[in-house]
């Protein structure tokens, strides 16, 4: 644990901060100064990591902020788990929860660009992700079924006819 992650760190001078190399990569360096508000948008925060199933790539959620457009972007990147250059794989503005098939040979993940969330699947060496669901009220978290041939996941649905239960569809 850094000094950030020490309980009597409270009011000190900040020892370290994070900066910017160029895409996906970034250092450590000396500060003289306390933490700034301002300082809090050059900051790149890795999200929501995912183990391929052999332990040795990690999929996660690069969030970055644009000052000039006053919002957050998200996008999945890929590392190894041990070593290795980061490698962004999606492109998108709002992809979350990376999952691993358990071949681990695609990823899926959840993508909201014109409109709710939709369930994406992406070869883990990188290509063109493909859209899965277009749902009016977007899909949620996804989870493989153990032999990757089927994909579940939660999503609200408009029940508007009274009934109640699971819906499961092929």
Do not use: M
């Amino acid at each position: 644990r850094g000094p950030v992650g020490r309980p009597d760190f409270a009011g000190r001078d900040l020892a370290r901060h994070t900066k910017h190399i160029r895409p996906g990569h970034w250092t450590l360096e000396s500060v003289t100064r306390r933490l700034r508000i301002d300082d809090l948008t050059a900051i790149a925060a890795p999200e929501q990591p995912a183990l391929s199933p052999d332990g040795t790539t990690c999929a996660y959620v690069l969030r970055t902020i644009d000052i000039e457009e006053d919002r957050s972007s998200r996008s999945i990147w890929c590392v190894g788990a041990r070593e290795g250059e980061p490698r962004r794989l999606t492109r998108g503005e709002a992809d979350v929860a990376p999952t691993w098939s358990p071949d681990g040979k695609s990823i899926a993940f959840l993508r909201a660009s014109d409109g709710p969330a939709q369930l994406w699947l992406l070869p883990a060496d990188g290509g063109e992700p493909e859209q899965l669901t277009t749902l009016a009220l977007g899909a949620g978290n996804s989870v493989w079924s153990p032999d990757g041939s089927r994909i579940a996941f939660s999503a609200a649905t408009d029940r508007a006819d009274g009934a109640d239960g699971p819906i499961v569809t092929e």
